[in-house]
């Protein structure tokens, strides 16, 4: 994979947000409409459900604070690389980026690489907030532990987002599979309140998903600086998830590329 490459894929898509500067900005509202909403909920939830809440240090709003930031990525990682295909079918590009002598990881990584530093912004700006305004505790956090979980994070939801763009090289068209999964991540995998607060058959479909495993551990390396001995089990699941689903994807998404040159259909939408 070509980094001079992916790089360029940023710049390209840099210069495009920098065109919707107000957008940007109403991205940055949405972000603090959302920790004062969940803020004011916290005042009213934490005599309750701080039984739930122990094992991340009783209170309610450093949890979903966690929740919010890094579900970003959900987003970022199951929607960018099947909306740049989309959008390069649309302008009529995308048969002369898959002409170039540039591997497909290269282009999947670099269309994707723009969405996910964007994100890290937005998650920068949840964490400042809570740490500035609303005085939340970060001193306790492992950032070896979290870093690692992060990144098998990424690699896990890139794996799905590939497919997503290998259904659009085919089908032409939008994944609704895709917009499932990410409702189905929001209800199940701990975003806004703990798994344990779910019926046992709900809990037990949650722990098969990445993102339960993925906001456990980084909830636990940065609110109570659990290190990777006691987060094992949670990085286990999330690697099973990068090295095998991840490649996967990339031959999937290679085999769409070969069907769409072989049926002349690149250039169609």
């Known amino acids: 994979m070509s980094m001079r490459k992916v790089i360029a894929f940023i710049k390209r898509d840099f210069r495009t947000e920098l065109s919707y500067r107000f957008v940007f900005l109403l991205r940055v509202l949405k972000i603090f409409i959302s920790i004062f909403t969940f803020y004011f909920i916290s005042n009213l939830v934490d005599s309750g459900a701080s039984v739930y809440l122990s094992e991340y240090g009783g209170k309610y709003f450093p949890f979903v604070l966690i929740g919010l930031a890094f579900y970003e990525y959900v987003f970022a990682t199951l929607y960018s690389i099947a909306q740049t295909i989309r959008t390069e079918q649309m302008m009529g590009t995308l048969e002369s980026v898959l002409a170039t002598p540039t591997k497909v990881s290269t282009i999947i990584a670099g269309s994707c690489a723009w969405d996910i530093l964007s994100t890290s912004l937005s998650v920068f700006i949840y964490l400042a907030a809570g740490v500035f305004i609303f005085k939340l505790d970060l001193s306790a956090m492992n950032a070896g532990a979290a870093l690692l979980v992060f990144v098998l994070t990424i690699m896990s939801f890139a794996g799905i987002g590939i497919f997503s763009a290998a259904f659009v090289l085919v089908f032409k068209k939008g ?58 089990p949670n990085i286990e699941v999330l690697a099973v998830y990068s090295f095998i689903f991840l490649p996967l994807s990339v031959v999937f998404f290679k085999l769409a590329v070969r069907k769409a040159k072989i049926d002349g259909s690149l250039v169609h939408y």
């Open 175 to 232: 994944d609704p599979i895709t917009w499932l999964i990410s409702v189905t991540f929001g209800f199940l995998g701990g975003v806004y309140y703990p798994v344990k607060i779910l019926p046992k058959f709900l809990q037990d479909c949650a722990y098969l998903l990445p993102i339960t495993h993925s906001l456990d551990g980084l909830r636990l390396s940065i609110l109570k600086g659990y290190g990777f001995a006691a987060l094992l």
